[in-house]
């Protein structure tokens, strides 16, 4: 089966301008999941998609990234206005559902660098 | 506050050796264990998962859990240096289907 599909793969921009990343999970997956990976990090989980309802935005710094699952299938991260400390790999994943036991699927992920 | 702690490593071994990896967790709630190989540069790849206590075997791999400690390792037998990678532990809880993910531990297997 195809993996989750994310572009770009690096993105460098200026602190202040926006940015917006895209995500396609496998095929009959439900839930995607967008995270932040800082260097020398985990992955931190910032948006939970259930089909194309949000399920956990809690750790999702809304005055500056917002994101949307149109269709319940594709989905984009947008940052707005970026700034230094949003540089790190912004890594989507999909699971077949969401419950105990359910792994994830990462995509290769988006290396954000803002100067 | 969920917390997952992992020795950020490096963890050297030789070539043929065993490779210990350890991860403990805060919330006793947690029911589904997880371990994810990252190799530099790449995304994280589920290797092993684990959910009642004691040992799951897969390959070279093992995976063992032990709730009432709140502990968690990974041991790969005869190591190789294709093993070289940040190893990320994640543990989900009973309440939240969400992964709480540590930092990871970096082994370095030499030759």
């Known amino acids: 089966e195809a993996g989750v599909a994310q572009s770009p793969r690096y993105k460098i921009i200026e602190k202040r301008q926006s940015v917006a990343f895209w995500c396609n999970p496998i095929?009959?997956?439900?839930?995607l999941y967008w995270y932040q990976q800082i260097l020398g990090q985990g992955p931190k989980l910032l948006i939970q998609f259930q089909n194309n309802g949000v399920v956990d935005d809690s750790q999702l710094p809304k005055d500056r990234f917002s994101a949307e699952r149109l269709k319940g299938v594709d989905s984009t991260l947008k940052i707005q206005p970026a700034k230094l400390e949003d540089s790190a790999v912004y890594l989507c994943?999909?699971?077949?559902?969401?419950?105990?036991?359910?792994?994830?699927?990462f995509g290769s992920g988006t290396r954000l660098t803002v100067v | 506050q969920k917390e997952v702690e992992q020795n950020s490593g490096p963890l050297s071994v030789p070539e043929g050796a065993i490779a210990s990896l350890n991860c403990t967790y805060s919330?006793?709630?947690?029911?589904?264990f997880f371990w994810y190989r990252q190799y530099s540069g790449k995304s994280p790849e589920l290797i092993m998962s684990i959910y009642s206590n004691g040992d799951k075997e897969d390959g070279r791999f093992t995976a063992q859990l032990n709730k009432a400690s709140q502990y968690v390792s990974l041991l790969i037998r005869d190591s190789q240096p294709s093993d070289s990678a940040t190893y990320l532990c994640a543990v989900q809880s009973g309440g939240s289907y969400i992964p709480t993910f540590g930092r990871g531990t970096s082994l370095i297997v030499h030759p």
């Open positions: 919330d006793r709630g947690s029911q589904s």
């Open positions: 095929s009959g997956h439900a839930t």
């Open positions: 994943a999909s699971s077949l559902a969401s419950g105990q036991g359910y792994g994830y699927t």
